[in-house]
């Protein structure tokens, strides 16, 4: 009977310790399960978990529990990135400039009371230099042709009042050269160059106008045209086509011309 008794108590105590040897597997299994779902998180990175063999034991369940603790930690702890420093090529609405859309009536205005003052307003300053080395070739021209009109009119008065004491017309000849008999001949020279020069210096005037007019429309058709629409649809397009001819009652093949804008 006192044989039985230690018989049972010794299967008694095996399976309590098969009991609990099975509990502490589940346990750790558990563990190990709940700690991976916690690093695959949406907004965790991903990282690699070597698996470790589990012993039944508690150090070991320490160990891994500190393991999973200090991945949960470096997960959770990453670095935000701060937007400031982040380069975009898109601006913030409020910084960004006004188109500027110049007045047309202001460019006349201004291109007339200053020559330039339209173009200076339109912001093409480019064409400035254009303006002025107009302004300044006619200008020269202008006072080269006058001088010389001066000069030949004098001489040409001179010649024609047979005054002696007149005679600035002989600067126009080699020294020592005589007129005698020729008189004629010079009159009618120094009254061609009086007036080749004088047209030569009524262009001048006039071209130099030309430009100052010049430089008005061309402010004004600049600011009429600042907002005019550039774009890749605008376009010849040529493509084959079929013309309907009801005087032959027939189609025929054709070319089509068309312009997109």
Known sequence: MTVKISTYRLLFTLLLCIVQAKGAELYAQHTSSKADSV????????????????????????????????????????????????????????????????????????????????????RKYWKLPIIYGGFMTCAYALAWNNQYYKDYSQAYL????????TDSYLDFLAPNYDITGKEDWLKKVLKQKKDSYRRYRDLSIFAF??????????AYVDAELSNFDISPDIGLQIE??????????????????????
């Open 158 to 165: 001179d010649i024609m009042d047979n005054n002696p004491k």
């Open 39 to 122: 690093i695959n998180m949406p907004q965790a990175r991903k990282h690699r978990i070597t698996s470790t063999p589990i012993h039944q034991n508690s150090a070991t369940l320490d160990s891994l529990g500190r393991k999973n603790d200090k991945s949960m930690n470096e997960v959770t702890s990453s670095k935000e990135v701060n937007p400031s420093l982040l380069k975009t090529d898109s601006i913030p609405a409020s910084e960004q400039k006004p188109l500027f859309v110049p007045n047309s009536t202001r460019a006349v205005w201004l291109a007339t009371v200053i020559p330039g003052g339209g173009q200076i307003y339109n």
């Open 240 to 261: 084959p086509t079929v013309i309907n001819n009801h005087n032959l009652s027939r189609n025929t093949l054709g070319v089509q011309c068309s312009i997109k804008f």
């Open 209 to 218: 106008i030309g430009i100052y007019l010049v430089s008005i429309i061309d």
